[in-house]
């Protein structure tokens, strides 16, 4: 099948891309690079460098290149810059999303995948793990955007019978994540561990959250381009992990003999977090493989490999 990936050349879509080509679909990628890296993009794929809220070009790209599926990871994804820049968090995460679906419907895309959020939709939560029943709170502007596009594709399904999947991520990690961003615990206290740098917790370590490879979450997308229609579905494990759990296991991983310091916890953030993937797993027949340690383990190889600590770009 030809699938248009939008966000592959950033930290999951390039690897949802790469999973896509091994399974033997051909891949445009649509990117404006604005975090996502070239060099990010598989070689087998094809890009285009563009901005998804650009209306037109991408009804010209739409329109040369009739994918049979959508699969959308493109996003502002920073939270705190949603907070600080309402009005361009939700020009790309609704505005942008919308001209997608209006162009799905359009040039009859089989398929639209989408990568929402568990995290950041759900907002404080009742229980630990949630399932997809839990009601949807967002407290920051990223999650009210994400979550936005999940009732738009509802409402598409019901007006226009386009086909969907929701796939609410939990906390994705691994290689190609930017240990130079606000979000990313785990790229992030590999980076200045190998560095020497002392990491921060913010908070006092106890805030938890669903922590699941990228490998497994490829895995999903592959999995889902056949099954889950019309479903909202958690890619979640269901275990929730605390910040210094995390910090003990990069410790290890990283041979760092540190301990953090701790700063005020961040406005917009959840105490705990984990999505019950019981649903999924029914589905699909999804469940992640990777335990928390290995994948640890070769994120922080990655960023080892990469010199990414030695640079700072
Ligand atoms: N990383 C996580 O743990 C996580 C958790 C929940 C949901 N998600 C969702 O997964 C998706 C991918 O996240 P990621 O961690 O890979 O982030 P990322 O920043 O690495 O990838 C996002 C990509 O989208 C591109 N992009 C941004 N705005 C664009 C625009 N207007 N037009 C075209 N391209 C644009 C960026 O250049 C980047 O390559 C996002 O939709 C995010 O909301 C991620």
Redesign the pocket.
């Known amino acids: 099948m030809k699938i248009l990936v939008?966000?592959?050349?950033?930290?999951?879509?390039s690897h949802v891309s790469e999973g896509f080509i091994r399974a033997g679909h051909s891949v445009v990628i649509?990117?404006?690079?604005?975090?996502?890296k070239r060099e990010n993009v598989p070689s087998a794929a094809k890009f285009l460098q563009?901005?998804?809220?650009d209306f037109a070009g991408m009804e010209q790209i739409i329109a040369d290149e009739r994918p049979e599926i959508m699969n959308h990871?493109?996003?502002?994804?920073d939270v705190r810059r949603s907070v600080r820049e309402p009005l361009f968090d939700a020009r790309?995460n609704i505005v942008?999303a919308l001209g997608l679906l209006e162009l799905a419907v359009k040039y009859k895309v089989r398929k639209f995948q989408y990568?929402?959020?568990?995290?950041?939709s759900y907002g404080e939560v009742d229980t630990v793990p949630v399932d997809e029943t839990h009601p949807t709170r967002p407290i920051c502007h990223y999650g009210v955007s994400?979550l936005t596009l999940e009732r738009y594709l509802f409402l598409y399904k019901h007006l226009y019978e386009l086909n969907y999947t929701v796939m609410r991520?939990?906390?994705?990690?691994g290689p190609r994540?930017?240990p130079y961003g606000e979000?990313?615990v785990v790229a992030i206290f590999a980076l200045q561990m190998l560095r020497g740098d002392q990491p921060t917790i913010f908070g006092d370590g106890s805030k938890t959250r669903d922590y699941v490879f990228i490998d497994d979450i490829v895995r999903a997308n592959v999995a889902l381009l056949e099954k889950g229609d019309g479903e909202i579905l958690n890619i979640g494990s269901g275990v929730p992990t605390s910040d210094y759990q995390i910090f003990e296991l990069v410790r290890e991983a990283a041979s760092y003999r540190g301990d953090p310091k701790y700063a005020p916890v961040r406005p917009g953030e959840v105490a705990h977090i984990a999505l019950d993937g019981g649903r999924v797993r029914i589905v699909a027949g999804w469940e992640p493989r990777t335990s928390l340690k290995d994948g640890i383990a070769r994120t922080v190889e990655s960023i080892r490999q990469s010199n990414a600590c030695l640079t700072n770009s």
């Not at 563009?50 to 809220?53: G, L, R, V």
């Not at 991520?169 to 990690?173: E, G, R």
């Open positions: 939008t966000g592959g050349a950033g930290f999951i879509a649509v990117d404006d690079l604005s975090t996502g563009h901005d998804i809220t990871h493109a996003a502002q994804m790309v942008g990568a929402s959020t568990g995290g950041a994400k991520y939990p906390n994705v990690f994540q930017n979000a990313g």
